[in-house]
């Protein structure tokens, strides 16, 4: 998306489309909700009034997740932002507020986080100067401990870390059964959305696996683990 000059904060939107997201996050007939939310996302980024970038796995580069997420950081800063707002598509609580908020302490010299309940991350405000590509290519991407160490790494630079509340992101049946107890949140129109993947769950019977078999599943295609 083109620029203006004014702006010195973009919006890197990195996610997949729902073809490749339902290829690691197995929610069944997932295709039609991940269409919405990022659909949803992209309204949100837009009413922001900052420049946005989406990258799907067609703008990706690199051969592992830490590399294509860190060579799209670079691909953006690279065109002469000062700093930079990294989101997915998976978090329904996700507002314009955030964003404005989050664009607001980049302004004033601080960096943002935006933990997920699964020890990810869903929001990340990154200033130019803290962007260091050794530390993030080296950072535990698709775990649980990926939020932890984050604000380690973001500790070290002179910048004040700002923590926005935990939310929860999409990677399975349970995530979106546990968004639909936010009644106070959410739109009717997207709560309506989430109960109508449950009950697609329930009638092919799919049951919460026990801790064993949580332990068994292969890592989740995003930033952090549900793990």
């Not at 592992?64 to 950081?73: L, P, Q």
């Not at 004033?108 to 990340?124: H, R």
């Not at 790494?153 to 107890?181: Q, R």
């Amino acid at each position: 998306m083109p620029f203006r000059k004014q702006h010195s904060t973009a919006i890197l939107v990195f996610a997949n489309s729902s073809r490749e997201e339902l290829r690691h996050k197995k929610i069944a007939k997932g295709g039609v909700l991940f269409d919405r939310l990022t659909k949803r996302t992209l309204q949100i980024v837009k009413k922001s009034g900052l420049p946005y970038f989406h990258y799907t796995e067609a703008q990706q580069s690199g051969t592992s997740f830490a590399e294509r997420f860190s060579n799209a950081i670079e691909s953006i800063l690279s065109q002469g932002f000062e700093s930079i707002i990294i989101i997915g598509n998976d978090t329904p609580q996700l507002k314009v507020s955030h964003l404005v908020a989050a664009s607001e302490h980049l302004i004033s010299g601080k960096c943002v986080l935006g933990p997920s309940c699964d020890g990810g991350f869903y929001l990340l405000g990154l200033l130019r100067e803290q962007f260091i590509a050794s530390d993030f290519l080296s950072l535990p991407w698709q775990t649980a401990r990926l939020s932890k160490q984050l604000t380690c790494v973001l500790g070290h630079s002179n910048a004040e870390l700002v923590e926005f509340e935990p939310f929860v992101d999409i990677d399975s049946i349970w995530d979106i059964e546990e968004l639909t107890k936010l009644t106070t949140r959410l739109t009717r129109d997207l709560i309506s959305l989430l109960v109508s993947f449950i009950n697609i769950g329930h009638q092919i019977g799919t049951t919460r696996p026990s801790l064993v078999d949580f332990q068994q599943l292969p890592v989740q295609f995003n930033k952090g683990s549900p793990l």
